[in-house]
T-cell receptor, first 115, second 118 residues
Framework: DTGVSQDPRHKITKRGQNVTFRCDPI?????LYWYRQTLGQGPEFLTY????????KSRLLSDRFSAERPKGSFSTLEIQRTEQGDSAMYLC?????????????FGDGTRLSIL | AQKVTQAQTEISVVEKEDVTLDCVYE???????LFWYKQPPSGELVFLIR??????QNEISGRYSWNFQKSTSSFNFTITASQVVDSAVYFC???????????????FGKGTHLIIQP
């Protein structure tokens, strides 16, 4: 049983660099979500996709952030010109349908550290 | 706007004690969903339960039980006869529905760090 897969698990980079994370959802899950979690806090919603369409973006998603899901399968989250405040765990989740009662299944996350 | 409050930042109990984790939510929607997730030290969020706003029946699953009270906007989680393996951060989350019937991202509380001492 393959769950949600995220790559890399850890990323350390210098301030100002660009970084890209990848998420592979559970097969045939058409909803894919990105969240950010900082230490001692719950995950905060960033954006989600229904198949390849990006349907909503949180106000947390500044212009330096961009997400794609080109073929409705895997997704990438890119952060340009990283800042210290971007240091966090970035979580990806997927769900089977767009019904609210379907649970979101989370990956292990990508921990980003900005030096 | 929706909001989830988990007032207990940290709870520490001795193994075999019962423990209740509180969750209070705010929403203007009449249709919504509530969830509990467990985040062990390894970091992965593990889904535990979901409940929709029209189903106020309590649920029991082994040592876990959930008490949903719409009148007080609460969805509390009780672990009976706690075990060391229950040690984790537990998150309560809320999902509202938009007019099309689907759901947006989850709104999480800040979590309760549960420590079960042997």
């Amino acid at each position: 049983d393959t769950g949600v897969s995220q790559d890399p698990r850890h990323k350390i980079t210098k301030r100002g660099q660009n970084v890209t994370f990848r998420c592979d959802p559970i097969s045939e899950h058409n909803r894919l979500y990105w969240y950010r979690q900082t230490l001692g806090q719950g995950p905060e919603f960033l954006t989600y996709f229904q198949n390849e369409a990006q349907l909503e973006k949180s106000r947390l998603l500044s212009d330096r952030f961009s997400a794609e899901r080109p073929k409705g399968s895997f997704s990438t989250l890119e952060i340009q010109r990283t800042e210290q405040g971007d240091s966090a765990m970035y979580l990806c989740a997927s769900s089977e349908t767009d019904r609210g009662d379907q649970p979101q299944h989370f990956g292990d996350g990508t921990r980003l550290s900005i030096l | 706007a929706q909001k989830v409050t988990q007032a207990q930042t940290e709870i520490s109990v001795v193994e075999k004690e019962d423990v209740t984790l509180d969750c209070v939510y705010e929403t203007r929607d009449t249709t919504y969903y509530l969830f509990w997730y467990k985040q062990p030290p390894s970091g992965e969020l593990v889904f535990l339960i979901r409940r929709n706003s029209f189903d106020e029946q309590n649920e029991i699953s082994g040592r876990y039980s959930w008490n949903f009270q719409k009148s007080t906007s609460s969805f509390n989680f009780t672990i009976t006869a706690s075990q060391v393996v229950d040690s984790a951060v537990y998150f309560c989350a809320l999902s509202e529905t938009f007019s099309g019937g689907g759901a947006d991202g989850l709104t999480f509380g800040k979590g309760t760090h549960l420590i079960i001492q042997p």
